[in-house]
């Protein structure tokens, strides 16, 4: 039977609240080996945008000083490549599975616990995505081995873990992933290529342009500034930085999803994973709940 969404444009609000729930169901229904490395690839595509940001904040010596607003526009601008190549290959990011597991699992789509398992899998590969373009695709590449790059890597670094208090880093990864959630929301309400780029494009500009944190970005950001000299340890990173922006993802994830359930699924049922299987709903394929050909996860 033909979708009623496939005559539309640009889904409701409440309809792509149920899309959520279904990218939930069809991420839970997949090997766990797929989505570790769906969620490695993850990691190197966001790091093609944080390199592109890193490049033009750290190459941009004259115009940080006269105007430094301007650099953080573009850097921003530029790191959203990263977010388009994801959400359109259908590839596995922590932050906005903050958002889809949490709804499902309140919904009963899924059990309570294929949340942490999802969020343990797809950090865990996040992270070695992240690390290997660093060390690999640009550390030991020698892409960026001349100045301002190097300093600028390393300034950037420090900015991001060393010079900001804790609670500062926390706040700023819930602002981060209430832009996060927001585009991954509007991109899936979108049916069309240019109107999802467009929806991903804006909020993601808009959080790296005003300083917000990202935590499988700054697997990126801050491996590559310790790689480079940054004054700071591993350990550092991961007391200070990594689990601030961790925290604070969540709650800015929730933020978007719970508003969503309250307003959109007050009377929504899913279906169990077993009667959805008996109709024929091929979740391997991602076409469950006569959804055809809906949006990709993210």
């Given at each position: 039977?033909?979708?009623?969404?496939?005559?539309?444009?640009?889904?409701?609000?409440?309809?792509?609240?149920?899309?959520?729930?279904?990218?939930?169901?069809?991420?839970?229904?997949?090997?766990?080996?797929?989505?570790?490395?769906?969620?490695?690839?993850?990691?190197?595509?966001?790091?093609?945008?944080?390199?592109?940001?890193?490049?033009?904040?750290?190459?941009?010596?004259?115009?940080?000083?006269?105007?430094?607003?301007?650099?953080?526009?573009?850097?921003?601008?530029?790191?959203?490549?990263?977010?388009?190549?994801?959400?359109?290959?259908g590839l596995e990011l922590l932050t906005s599975n903050m958002?889809?597991?949490?709804?499902?699992?309140?919904?009963?789509?899924?059990?309570?616990?294929?949340?942490?398992?999802n969020w343990i899998i797809v950090t865990f590969g996040n992270?070695?995505?992240?690390?290997?373009?660093?060390?690999?695709?640009?550390?030991?590449?020698?892409?960026?081995?001349?100045?301002?790059?190097?300093?600028?890597?390393?300034?950037?670094?420090?900015?991001?873990?060393?010079?900001?208090?804790?609670?500062?880093?926390?706040?700023?990864?819930?602002?981060?992933?209430?832009?996060?959630?927001?585009?991954?929301?509007?991109?899936?309400?979108?049916?069309?290529?240019?109107?999802?780029?467009?929806?991903?494009?804006?909020?993601?500009?808009?959080?790296?342009?005003?300083?917000?944190?990202?935590?499988?970005?700054?697997?990126?950001?801050?491996?590559?500034?310790?790689?480079?000299?940054?004054?700071?340890?591993?350990?550092?990173?991961?007391?200070?930085?990594?689990?601030?922006?961790?925290?604070?993802?969540?709650?800015?994830?929730?933020?978007?999803?719970?508003?969503?359930?309250?307003?959109?699924l007050g009377d929504y049922r899913h279906p169990s994973l077993?009667?959805?299987?008996?109709?024929?709903?091929?979740?391997?394929?991602?076409?469950?709940?006569?959804?055809?050909?809906?949006?990709?996860?993210?």
């Open positions: 039977m033909e979708s009623a969404f496939a005559t539309q444009s640009t889904l409701r609000p409440d309809q792509v609240a149920v899309l959520m729930i279904e990218q939930a169901v069809l991420k839970h229904a997949t090997r766990y080996d797929k989505i570790f490395f769906k969620a490695v690839l993850a990691g190197i595509m966001l790091s093609f945008g944080g390199l592109m940001n890193e490049i033009v904040q750290s190459g941009s010596t004259t115009l940080n000083q006269n105007n430094p607003a301007l650099v953080k526009i573009l850097g921003g601008f530029v790191f959203s490549t990263g977010f388009v190549l994801i959400v359109m290959m958002m889809v597991f949490p709804m499902a699992a309140v919904k009963g789509a899924i059990p309570p616990w294929g949340l942490f398992v992270l070695v995505g992240s690390l290997f373009s660093a060390a690999i695709l640009v550390h030991y590449s020698g892409i960026v081995s001349s100045e301002p790059f190097l300093s600028g890597i390393v300034q950037y670094a420090e900015k991001k873990a060393v010079t900001p208090e804790w609670h500062q880093i926390f706040l700023r990864g819930i602002g981060c992933n209430i832009l996060v959630c927001l585009a991954v929301w509007l991109a899936s309400g979108a049916k069309e290529t240019a109107s999802k780029l467009i929806a991903i494009w804006i909020p993601i500009w808009i959080f790296v342009a005003v300083g917000f944190d990202h935590v499988i970005a700054n697997m990126f950001y801050i491996p590559l500034g310790i790689m480079f000299g940054a004054d700071l340890t591993v350990a550092g990173y991961i007391r200070k930085s990594l689990i601030a922006t961790y925290l604070g993802n969540i709650v800015g994830a929730a933020i978007v999803w719970l508003p969503g359930v309250y307003f959109y077993a009667v959805a299987h008996t109709e024929g709903v091929d979740l391997e394929q991602g076409q469950q709940l006569n959804i055809k050909g809906s949006q990709g996860s993210e």
